[in-house]
């Protein structure tokens, strides 16, 4: 592995198959054995049996990048002379690919929900139970309400603020819709040059750092390949293919998936609304709770 920034900092939190890195130039940076990858992770291929990273780091770790190799509290090292980190290779949204998802909602939305998992925002419980219809409520309305992109976004930026660190988990719900919102909505505002959301600086104190982190990625449009492989069918207007990659990823986690695929979803169908005077997004229709 390569380039101008290399890796040094602590870990700051460590599981079976990764551990998350927060470097000294406040960078989050992960090392995984998951063949997934991504522009901050660093996919390590573990000879013979698979190891927990929990054998080798712990909470506080000391990780330095020399010569090839990562080194761990001056002890243990990992050799990364192969390992490159992923570049995103994003298709171009446009208005007509943008078009071709327009009437497939009433495909897309029963796919979506059918992947729903227990403490989800489309199957919650008691912590985040009612934020998605709300957040779906306010987004509705005040897009009819102005035609203005700027206004628009700056009033996304503030109103996803009433998701950020609600629920439970290591990156809450909320954080994970949010993150899934700003990669959909911001790669088109890029493509199709309008405003995007950016996020206020008091959502760093609402959640945790890692959590944060991972929103600022999303903001500037840097995630992985399975979540490229979603903005990518949206570029090529394939709603079929969009449907099939949302599985994969809904698996990821505890619910973490299955958030960040219903935050691209409903801002693919928000800036659908938006663009082309439909109102798909009021017609999903969450699981009933029995």
Not at 255 to 284: E, Q
Request: charge should be positive.
């Amino acid at each position: 592995m390569t380039g101008q920034n290399r890796i040094r900092g602590q870990v700051i939190s460590v599981f079976d198959r990764s551990a998350n890195i927060k470097t000294v130039d406040n960078r989050l940076f992960v090392i995984t054995n998951s063949i997934v990858r991504s522009p901050i992770t660093l996919n390590v291929i573990q000879d013979g049996a698979t190891h927990s990273f929990k054998k080798f780091m712990k909470f506080g770790s000391i990780i330095r990048e020399r010569c090839d190799q990562i080194m761990i509290d001056n002890d243990v090292t990992i050799g990364v002379r192969k390992s490159k980190l992923f570049e995103n290779n994003l298709g171009f949204v446009t208005m007509r690919s943008l078009s071709k998802f327009r009437d497939k909602f009433d495909c897309i939305f029963p796919s979506m929900i059918k992947l729903a998992r227990p403490g989800c925002l489309l199957s919650p419980d008691i912590t985040t139970r009612g934020l998605l219809p709300e957040q779906i409520r306010i987004i509705n309305s005040y897009s009819k309400k102005t035609d203005n992109d700027a206004a628009f976004a700056s009033f996304m930026a503030r109103s996803l603020g009433k998701l950020c660190g609600r629920g439970p988990g290591y990156t809450p719900a909320g954080d994970d819709f949010i993150s899934g919102f700003l990669i959909m909505f911001n790669w088109c505002a890029k493509c199709l040059d309008f405003e995007r959301i950016i996020l206020p600086r008091e959502y760093s104190t609402m959640t945790s750092w890692t959590s944060h982190k991972l929103m600022e990625y999303s903001q500037e449009c840097i995630f992985d390949e399975e979540i490229q492989g979603m903005v990518n069918s949206v570029a090529l207007g394939r709603s079929n293919e969009y449907s099939k990659k949302m599985i994969p990823l809904s698996f990821r986690g505890h619910t973490s998936g299955i958030d960040l695929v219903t935050g691209m979803t409903c801002a693919l169908y928000t800036l659908i609304d938006r663009n082309f005077g439909t109102s798909s997004l009021h017609k999903l229709e969450l699981p009933s709770r029995t």
